[in-house]
Each structure stands twice: as structure tokens, then as C-alpha cells.
């Protein structure tokens, strides 16, 4: 069964840090695309950050700029995404991602709930 599993959420006090990760069974995605997105309660999912298939090409939301920092070890099959300097507002399930060449969203994962209290 192919699926995207995120770990490592949990509740934070404001300014610490969180690891997420991204483990990818069942196939490899070593040739797409991956990002983070978020969704707080009450508002709409978004991306949060994207990395290309070789992890030579980041993005991020300004939001986390500074902030978040995504990677992936594809011999592992896994993409994690640090936060540090975490804010209440950084408060969300976060999903992870594997994306087609045409930039749709070939295959989600679960998510993982980051709590930050402040």
C-alpha cells in the first residue's frame, strides 16, 4: 500500500523547536516533487514549504521563512521540515506531500498535529 506517513508533531511552548517527518511506503518519490502544507482549525490548508526532487531547489511561505527548514534523504525515502523559533500561530496539522510533474497532488499523508502554546 502506497503511503506518505508523518511523525513528530506534538505541543511546544512558543520559541522551541519541533522535527517533523515524512516516510514514504510502499514506493519511492525520489523523482517528485515534496512539500509541507498546514491547516489550522478554521482555515484553509496551505503550503508551507516544497522541495525539488533533488533537494537543490527550496521554497517557502514568508511565514516560516528563517524559521523552517525543509530537507530529504531519498535513499531513505524521507523528507523532514525542522521548526524552530515556533509561534502559537504556527498551530496546525501539518501534511506532507508528494506532487505529480504537473504540480497536482499525486499523494497525502495524514498529518501530524503541531501545538504551540504561548
Known amino acids: 500500500q502506497v503511503r506518505l506517513k508523518e511523525s513528530g508533531g506534538g505541543l511546544v511552548q512558543a520559541g522551541g523547536s519541533l522535527r517533523l517527518s515524512c516516510v514514504a511506503h510502499g514506493r519511492t518519490y525520489s523523482d517528485a516533487t515534496m512539500g509541507w502544507s498546514r491547516q489550522a482549525p478554521g482555515k484553509e490548508r496551505e503550503l508551507v514549504a516544497s522541495i525539488s526532487w533533488n533537494g537543490r531547489s527550496t521554497w517557502y511561505t514568508d511565514a516560516v521563512k528563517g524559521r523552517f527548514t525543509i530537507a530529504r534523504d531519498n535513499a531513505k525515502n524521507t523528507m523532514t521540515l525542522q521548526m524552530s523559533s515556533l509561534e502559537p500561530e504556527d498551530t496546525a496539522v501539518y501534511y506532507c506531500?508528494?506532487?505529480?510533474?504537473?504540480?497536482?497532488?499525486?499523494?497525502w499523508g495524514k498529518g501530524t498535529l503541531v501545538t504551540v502554546s504561548s
Open positions: 506531500a508528494a506532487y505529480t510533474d504537473e504540480g497536482d497532488v499525486e499523494m
